[in-house]
């Protein structure tokens, strides 16, 4: 799966210390190093970089700190000299992101304090510094006592701190703050050999994990593809497969509880105008007796990881009868199946689904099938398999923005079909319950596999097909399809 991958970089900042014994001379005052940071938070988390906090030499470009057992005046002339011995190093730009506003304090920048009377002010009391240690950095002066990190509000004691928006903060802190966590271990992400931070990061969910967790065996929900943390234990189904606990919520999980889901799309093709007559047996199966379908089946064309299958032939399907419960280590026991036998009395003999999935994702493959079956019941042959595709997932993403954009199933049947259907439609949306957020989130997701889909057959038939049904109407360009095999350009 093509995740994005995350290099980012970042700089640290010295202080210069010195000691004052009553007398300034403009000009020569120790001088801050500091780098410089640049935000990116507009930018997509498809093209966005994270925060770097790289461990250079700790030697390199630091002060000296003076010998304060000396007397005043040789110690405000070696910091003098060891501040201007030491040579700035470069900016460096460090884009920072998604940090919550509400978790970092609010302060002022500093202002140096300039009086007439030549004496200078710390930046943090604005009282004079007077006699004794003093520090230089962030173009102004301090008491040590005085400059403090952003975040804990502790004096910075270290020679080497970080910046953000013109604040201080110990090394620490901003790593605390910062430095981007791993969405599935819990620690920091770690540098790579380069001293840079990188990470994958999954292009919807924004799930972000270290680059080991790809070949660690760390395993992924079934049905969203969020990878699994180590603080949250995901259902393990009967035939191997992960589910999160928010797909668990409304996961279908036997062929009468799909029964439901059924009767609501057959409403749905009805408001359109494309009434399936014949009662086609629907049947939840587990991905084993699904591969066995597959291979039964002398035609058709289907995606690496199959999820339904609209079938043709006779053969005997074993189907899960009953709900199954989660047991120790939460995994699925007690499942009930039994053998179907399927019987050729029409074109389709049943269409089959993988179970446990949400009730969204159920629906959009049970739509998909459907639409196999419609074409095959009414006379559509010879069709591309990028034909046939790409309009069935055409039918699954019509039927996803009926759930969940306009919130209600029969929205997109309403702008094509009768008014006679107006009360079914009707009948039909009272039945759909609030969406959680959670499953809007998954609803679009869904959308989102359909539209970007890679595939010829899949991906570029939807894009193809879904061009054709918004210039022309969903049954002009199913008329087309039946005469020519083919979409109308």
């Given at each position: 799966m093509g995740w994005l991958n995350k290099i980012f970089k970042g700089s640290v900042n010295r202080v210069s210390r010195g000691h004052y014994d009553g007398n300034w001379h403009e000009g020569n005052s120790p001088d801050h190093i500091r780098g410089a940071y640049d935000e990116s938070d507009n930018e997509d988390m498809d093209r966005a970089i994270a925060l770097s906090l790289a461990e250079g030499d700790p030697d390199k470009g630091k002060a000296v700190e003076p010998d304060y057992s000396l007397e005043e005046d040789e110690?405000?002339?070696?910091?003098?000299?060891?501040?201007?011995?030491?040579?700035?190093?470069?900016?460096?730009?460090?884009?920072?992101?998604?940090?919550?506003?509400?978790?970092?304090?609010?302060?002022?920048?500093?202002?140096?304090?300039?009086?007439?009377?030549?004496?200078?002010?710390?930046?943090?009391?604005?009282?004079?510094?007077?006699?004794?240690?003093?520090?230089?950095?962030?173009?102004?002066?301090?008491?040590?006592?005085?400059?403090?990190?952003?975040?804990?509000?502790?004096?910075?004691?270290?020679?080497?701190?970080?910046?953000?928006?013109?604040?201080?903060?110990?090394?620490?802190?901003?790593?605390?703050?910062?430095?981007?966590?791993?969405?599935?271990?819990?620690?920091?992400?770690?540098?790579?050999?380069?001293?840079?931070?990188?990470?994958?990061?999954?292009?919807?969910?924004?799930?972000?994990?270290?680059?080991?967790?790809?070949?660690?065996?760390?395993?992924?929900?079934?049905?969203?593809?969020?990878?699994?943390?180590?603080?949250?234990?995901?259902?393990?189904?009967?035939?191997?497969?992960?589910?999160?606990?928010?797909?668990?919520?409304?996961?279908?999980?036997?062929?009468p509880e799909c029964q439901h889901l059924y009767m609501d799309i057959q409403e749905f093709f009805e408001g359109l105008n494309m009434k399936v007559e014949q009662q086609v047996p629907l049947l939840l199966v587990e991905r084993q007796a699904l591969n066995e379908a597959l291979e039964a089946e002398k035609s058709g064309h289907h995606l690496p990881e199959t999820r339904g299958l609209c079938l043709s032939e006779e053969q005997i399907v074993r189907t899960i009868l009953r709900r199954p419960t989660i047991g120790p280590g939460n995994r699925i026991m007690d499942m009930i199946t039994g053998p179907y036998k399927l019987v050729r009395r029409c074109e389709v003999t049943a269409i089959l689904i993988l179970y446990g999935l949400p009730r969204l994702q159920t629906g959009s493959i049970l739509a998909h099938e459907m639409m196999h079956a419609y074409l095959r019941l009414k006379g559509y042959r010879s069709l591309s398999p990028q034909v046939e595709e790409g309009i069935c997932q055409v039918l699954s993403h019509m039927w996803l923005e009926s759930e969940i954009i306009a919130g209600a199933t029969s929205n997109a049947a309403s702008t094509s079909a009768a008014s006679?259907?107006?009360s079914s439609s009707t009948a039909t949306s009272s039945k759909k319950g609030a969406k959680t957020e959670f499953e809007k989130k998954l609803g679009a997701f869904i959308k989102n596999q359909i539209e970007t889909d890679s595939s010829v057959e899949y991906g570029d038939g939807f894009r193809v097909g879904n061009r054709a049904v918004e210039r022309y109407g969903l049954r002009s360009t199913l008329d087309h399809m039946k005469i020519t095999g083919s979409f109308p350009i």
């Open positions: 110690q405000l002339a070696r910091a003098l000299q060891e501040s201007l011995n030491t040579e700035s190093p470069p900016h460096q730009h460090v884009p920072v992101r998604n940090v919550p506003s509400e978790s970092i304090p609010t302060r002022e920048p500093p202002q140096p304090v300039f009086p007439s009377s030549g004496y200078r002010t710390c930046a943090g009391c604005k009282n004079p510094i007077g006699h004794g240690r003093f520090l230089s950095c962030m173009d102004a002066v301090w008491h040590p006592q005085c400059f403090r990190c952003f975040a804990c509000n502790k004096p910075i004691s270290e020679y080497e701190f970080a910046m953000h928006e013109d604040q201080p903060y110990h090394k620490s802190c901003y790593k605390d703050f910062f430095h981007p966590k791993c969405d599935v271990c819990k620690s920091f992400i770690p540098t790579n050999k380069n001293g840079l931070i990188e990470y994958r990061a999954h292009p919807f969910w924004m799930q972000k994990y270290c680059p080991s967790h790809e070949d660690d065996g760390t395993p992924r929900c079934c049905s969203c593809e969020r990878m699994e943390p180590t603080d949250v234990k995901y259902i393990t189904l009967e035939d191997g497969r992960k589910l999160c606990l928010e797909c668990l919520t409304s996961a279908t999980m036997d062929s006679s259907s107006s």
